[in-house]
């Protein structure tokens, strides 16, 4: 007999999700338990550093998960409401709106409010717990392994399911070995090094394109950002989260190319110094701050891993690699990943089937909900990273029309109906370059969606789906190779 019915290995964002799916779609029928390394006064947090996040997310994704689960998000948790997200060309002369209505989130408050409701939805807590491995019997997952860092002894807990919500570093999906569909390992070109700080200012120059107390402000620049972008994201009139992700080598190449030796932390400095509309910033001091208010981490920005289940174990979150490959918003995801697997993971229970088999649903369901349009966005992304400034801001000009902004406001690659125009007037060899990338990566994202909604009804169908899969990437990869400037 197993000690829960589910585990969920982790007590960030995705995890207290699942947990409270997991105990609203079974009518608090089944005994679940979050297991986290931090202290229950620090929940949520992700490293030493901190609750490093740009804290966005968009108003829809919130409503996905509250409607289902009937878990409400509100003040404080809540700090400040914006209209969307505005990303400008690097000569900030084009701007595109996305992801409409949104939050920016206090992510130290956040867990803290989702543990009370967890809690007092009948989930079970267990702190300062270091998970370092999976228990297997035979091929089944059957339980979690670690330290219990207050007594210093090994710690064992038994489950019909483990969920792992670990987030990017888990060692659970990296260690895995009861299946060959689950991805263990991330390419290093699919990190985004990234940091930012939460500050008070006072206002510099009136300056929409450097801060707007109504919208999420995004910088695409490849001097500032190499391979990633900067962001200015308003938590109130006179209080930001500004931060920057790069992508390694890219910076390593812009460095070399600038005559530099910039990294991350540094290029958050400059950035910070030539905003105009920022003055005398300082980092926050709020008691709500405190942890929270400088710091560096990693997200991931790739599809999600092509298989998300196991017998008795299933990912959900950054542990999935669920961050959009655009931008890296990863909360999004996990609410709509959250609310699914807990679903999925009730009625593998309720159903007596705990293998792939049974788990499998929940990868068919989070790709029709979502997860569809990533590895679109992927090779997108690859193609935008090998852009100069003066590509980005002449696509942005030209090659944009209104559907194009429309689907990218919805998260997804955009159709360049414009570029695909015979006889469409482009000036300058790169901009033909790009052009031709973009009629590329329009073609590649629309074999990927509809494989994707061809994803395998059962594990059966999955490795030859996968071989298709790869198929499409390596022939996007190597003709994007050529597009490297
Ligand atoms: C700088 C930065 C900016 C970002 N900006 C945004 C943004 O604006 N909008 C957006 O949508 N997304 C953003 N993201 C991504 C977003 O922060 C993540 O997608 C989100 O936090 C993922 O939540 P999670 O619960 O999967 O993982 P995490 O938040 O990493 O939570 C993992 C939890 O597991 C616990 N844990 C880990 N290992 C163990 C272990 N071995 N044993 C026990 N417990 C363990 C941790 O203590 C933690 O509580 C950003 C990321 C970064 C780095």
Redesign the pocket.
């Known amino acids: 007999m197993a000690d829960y019915d589910v585990i969920i290995?982790?007590?960030?964002?995705?995890?207290t999700i699942a947990a409270q799916s997991i105990s609203h779609y079974s009518n608090q029928g089944l005994k679940i338990l979050v297991?986290?390394?931090?202290p229950s006064n620090l929940?949520?947090?992700?490293s030493v550093a901190g609750?490093?996040?740009?804290?966005?997310?968009s108003k829809e994704t919130v409503d996905f998960m509250s409607n289902r689960i009937k878990v409400n998000w509100s003040e404080p948790e809540i700090e400040h409401k914006v209209k969307g997200v505005m990303a400008f060309s690097p000569d900030r002369e084009t701007s595109i709106p996305f992801d409409g209505e949104g939050y920016m989130l206090n992510?130290q408050v956040l867990?803290h409010r989702q543990n009370e409701r967890t809690l007092a939805m009948g989930v079970d807590f267990d702190f300062e717990?270091?998970?370092?491995g999976l228990m297997y019997d035979e091929n089944q997952v059957v339980g979690v392994q670690?330290i219990d860092y207050k007594t210093k002894t090994p710690y064992k807990k038994t489950a019909k399911v483990v969920i792992d919500?670990?987030?990017?570093?888990?060692?659970l999906r990296n260690q895995i070995s009861n299946t060959t569909k689950m991805e263990r390992k991330i390419d290093r070109k699919d990190i985004e090094s990234?940091?930012?700080h939460i500050m008070y200012f006072d206002q510099g120059e009136e300056d929409l394109t450097e801060f707007d107390p109504d919208y999420?402000i995004i910088h695409l620049d490849q001097d500032i950002a190499p391979g990633g972008y900067g962001?200015v994201?308003p938590k109130g009139k006179n209080k930001v989260?500004i931060?920057l992700?790069v992508e390694k080598t890219l910076l390593e190449k812009r460095n070399q190319r600038l005559g530099k030796n910039d990294n991350v932390s540094m290029l958050i400095n400059q950035y910070l110094k030539r905003n105009n509309a920022i003055k005398n910033p300082k980092l926050s001091e709020d008691p709500q701050d405190k942890n929270n208010a400088t710091g560096?981490?990693?997200?991931s920005v790739r599809r999600q891993n092509d298989c998300m289940v196991a017998n008795g174990f299933v990912i959900?979150?950054?542990?999935a690699w669920?961050?959009k490959p655009l931008d890296?918003?990863?909360?999004?995801?996990?609410l709509v990943a959250g609310t699914i697997v807990g679903k999925c993971v009730v009625d593998a229970i309720q159903s007596g089937d705990v293998t792939e088999k049974g788990l499998w649903k929940y990868n068919k369901e989070f790709i029709n909900e979502y997860g569809y349009k990533t590895a679109g966005l992927e090779i997108f992304r690859r193609l935008i990273q090998t852009l100069t400034n003066e590509q980005i801001s002449y696509g942005m000009k030209h090659f944009l029309g209104n559907l194009d902004v429309e689907s990218i406001s919805k998260g997804e690659h955009p159709d360049f109906s414009s570029v695909t125009k015979l006889g469409m007037l482009i000036r300058g060899a790169l901009n033909k370059k790009l052009a031709d990338g973009l009629r590329f990566t329009t073609q590649q994202n629309r074999l990927l969606t509809e494989h994707y909604y061809n994803y395998p009804e059962s594990p059966d169908g999955f490795n030859g789906w996968s071989k298709k899969l790869h198929h499409i990437l390596d022939e996007s990869n190597a003709k994007l190779s050529q597009y490297q400037n």
């Open positions: 290995a982790g007590g960030g964002l995705a995890g297991i986290d390394r931090n929940p949520g947090m992700k609750w490093i996040c740009g804290d966005a997310v992510r867990p717990i270091n998970i370092t670690g919500a670990t987030g990017m570093t888990s060692m990234t940091g930012r999420c962001w994201f989260n931060g992700g560096n981490f990693q997200v959900v979150g950054d542990s669920m961050p890296a918003g990863g909360i999004g995801p996990a």
